[in-house]
């Protein structure tokens, strides 16, 4: 299996698919910073999709410095594995975690009063 992969059953579009498996594989440390990519035409022909929706991705991630180009030599990474994370994703996870955080209060039979209480006295 390559670097990223597509489900074509997946409603998310495509390109959208590929955009976050790329800031997947460099924020997990599967792809480095210097690293050389597939050009657009192998990743086009390895995911059995478009070279367009390819060449979109790399722009669109050339944009927000998580890639490079250079004419005529091919499309590096750029950004490090802080820096390739998906906009807003550490504010997604923050969420997810305080209602987790809640849910488990709850189930516990705390009171939210309670774990903030107890929070103060760790800081």
Do not use: K
């Not at 579009?13 to 498996?21: F, K, S």
Request: net charge positive.
């Amino acid at each position: 299996m390559g670097i990223v992969s597509i489900d074509p059953r997946d409603r998310t579009p495509i390109y959208a698919q590929l955009e976050r498996g790329l800031r997947a594989a460099i924020a997990a440390g599967r792809l480095h910073p210097g690293e050389q990519l597939p050009t657009v035409r192998e990743l086009a022909v390895e995911l059995r999709v478009n070279a367009n929706t390819v060449g979109r991705v790399y722009a669109e991630l050339e944009r927000a410095g998580v890639l490079e180009t250079r004419r005529g030599v091919g499309s590096f990474v750029s950004a490090t594995p802080a820096q390739a994370r998906p906009p807003r994703e550490h504010e997604r996870r923050r969420r997810a975690f305080v209602t987790r955080l809640l849910a488990d209060t709850a189930a516990a039979g705390f009171t939210l009063d309670e774990i903030l209480a107890e929070l103060d006295t760790h800081t």
